[in-house]
């Protein structure tokens, strides 16, 4: 099995599951309790994914919201979802970021995910 996502989900390695997705800790997290959520099926391309993927990705994202709320009393959140290379995917097994945010992580939080391609991030200047 080289999908180490793959590994996981056979490991029963997640912090709450559904019939067709699973949420696992980031192995690389970028706050506190940054978070996977993937579909069982391995797929590299979000956009390949089934309705029920689909749904129950989302789902488990509202799911994981309430856990990770709970351990780890954020401020906010950012999901991302990267598909392709160009876009960042390292990993080739669709999943969403659920990224914890806290007051004062970075000194500028306003256009969130809009800093991917930071020279277009503050439109607001």
Known sequence: MRCPFCKLIADG??????????????AFPITPG???VLPRRHEPDFFALDAREREAVFALAWELKRVLAER??????????????????????????????YRG??????????????EKAAYWR
């Open 105 to 118: 992580d970075v000194r500028e939080p306003r256009g969130g995910i809009r800093w991917i391609i930071p």
């Open 72 to 101: 780890h009393q954020p401020d906010g959140f950012n999901l991302g979802v990267n598909v392709g290379d160009a876009a960042g995917q390292t990993v080739g097994h669709a999943h969403l970021h659920v990224i914890p945010r």
């Open 13 to 26: 390695t997640w912090l709450c599951e559904a019939t067709h997705a699973v949420a696992i800790a980031d």
């Open 34 to 36: 940054h978070s996977l």
